[in-house]
């Protein structure tokens, strides 16, 4: 079950910033790592009610998650508005800014009244990571590729995308995020990647699946057909006598992994040019 940062705070849904505030403030003093160093669960769960706080203590971020838009992490709660993505160029909206971790130090005040009165003064601290949501082509994916991106404060990059990258995998940029407010490093670019599918092709690991229509001459007589393949058409020889089921290798074809790129198997199905052909109908009551 998806968390809630309502649930994880403890709250009601029409609790107020105070409410939440206090609530959080609560959480904190349980669970921060400070004192419970080494508590791995304690650590998760002060991570998880920070995530809770960041979302209802940002007014906009708390009715976008009322409204279903974003999820506990404040991520987009799906890529239906992600754009074009990689496939159309980054300049054309092909990926969407989503914010990242909290800015500020919400604990100053706690840790003030857990440390005799002493109010603790951070160091410099990381800035936040910028999450982006990207949508890149099958082939891209199979491929890899080197696409410009157009980032949040304008500046242009060249990414390369890695061959065989998934769904969900995410691509760091590093410093690429929020500059720092306490005069730390800048924080990271995060792309998440979308492979849109192919109606083509099926990934099977390093390898790649499609089947292909084949003319009842070529497969009794042998011959040629053109496959298409993720880097281009290519000639595929087909030997005589093959049948619909038959599966066919091209070697490194597949996936293209720098030290043992995957192949492509395609799949031989036999059809009619014209089903209406006299003379094949003839020879099929003959026999």
């Not at 491929?143 to 769904?167: E, F, H, Y």
């Amino acid at each position: 079950m998806a968390r809630d940062p309502y649930q994880t705070l403890g709250v009601s849904k029409s609790a107020t910033t105070d409410e939440i505030r206090k609530a959080y403030r609560k959480k904190a003093k349980e669970l921060h790592p400070d004192l419970h160093p080494n508590d791995e669960e304690k650590a998760n769960a002060f991570k998880e009610a920070s995530a809770a706080f960041e979302i209802l203590s940002d007014e906009e971020k708390r009715a976008q998650f009322d409204r279903g838009e974003i999820d506990a992490d404040g991520n987009p709660t799906g890529f239906a508005n992600a754009g074009g993505g990689f496939g159309g160029g980054f300049g054309g909206g092909g990926f969407r800014q989503q914010g990242g971790s909290f800015q500020g130090d919400p604990f100053e005040d706690i840790l003030s009244g857990m440390f005799g009165g002493q109010r603790r003064r951070p160091g410099p601290r990381k800035g936040a990571d910028i999450r982006y949501r990207v949508d890149i082509s099958f082939e891209d994916s199979v491929q890899g590729a080197k696409r410009q991106m157009t980032m949040a404060d304008n500046k242009s990059l060249n990414v390369s995308i890695p061959p065989g990258v998934t769904t969900g995998q995410v691509l760091r940029l590093k410093s690429q995020g929020q500059p720092s407010q306490t005069g730390g490093p800048p924080g990271d670019a995060l792309l998440e990647l979308h492979v849109r599918p192919s109606k083509t092709w099926t990934r099977d690991g390093a390898d790649l699946r499609m089947s292909v229509p084949l003319p009842l001459k070529t497969a009794l007589l042998g011959g040629t057909v053109e496959v298409a393949t993720p880097g281009g058409p290519v000639t595929l020889k087909v030997p005589e006598g093959s049948n619909t089921g038959s599966v066919l290798r091209l070697r490194n074809k597949g996936v293209q992994f720098k030290d043992k790129p995957g192949h492509l198997y395609v799949r031989l199905e036999i059809t009619l040019e014209d089903p209406k052909d006299e003379d094949l109908i003839e020879w099929a009551k003959s026999h």
